[in-house]
Nanobody
Framework: VQLVESGGGLVQPGGSLRLSCAASGSIFSINDMGWYRQAPGQEREFVASIASGGRTTYTDSVKGRFTISRDDAKNTVYLQMNTLKPEDTAVYLC??????????????WGKGTLVTVSS
């Protein structure tokens, strides 16, 4: 199973970006999917997650600005990021709990996509 993120880039403060993360491989189903981020010199931190039933969770610093969603037909999770701030600058990584066709449950990470918020 592979997770591949896309959609990162350079954006001015106040701008928006939409990240995507597509899962591929021997997938039976996907449970929780989420986004984490890691800024230079800092530890990885949780950003948002979405359960298979649609329940969402956000870290306080992004509530009201970021929206996580998923398309199970495409095995894809999205992160719509609005009103971006310089402190949102980080590598954003996708995470998913995947039930493989073998019925084993494993946790996977993508390699990340860089988001830079700067004027």
């Amino acid at each position: 199973v592979q997770l591949v993120e896309s959609g990162g880039g350079l954006v001015q403060p106040g701008g928006s970006l939409r990240l995507s993360c597509a899962a591929s491989g021997s997938i039976f189903s996907i449970n929780d999917m989420g986004w984490y981020r890691q800024a230079p010199g800092q530890e990885r931190e949780f950003v948002a997650s979405i359960a298979s039933g649609g329940r969402t969770t956000y870290t306080d610093s992004v509530k009201g600005r970021f929206t996580i969603s998923r398309d199970d037909a495409k095995n894809t999770v999205y992160l719509q990021m609005n009103t971006l701030k310089p402190e949102d600058t980080a590598v954003y990584l996708c995470n998913a709990f995947v039930i493989a066709t073998s019925r084993s449950l494993m946790n996977y990470w993508g390699k990340g996509t860089l988001v830079t918020v700067s004027s």
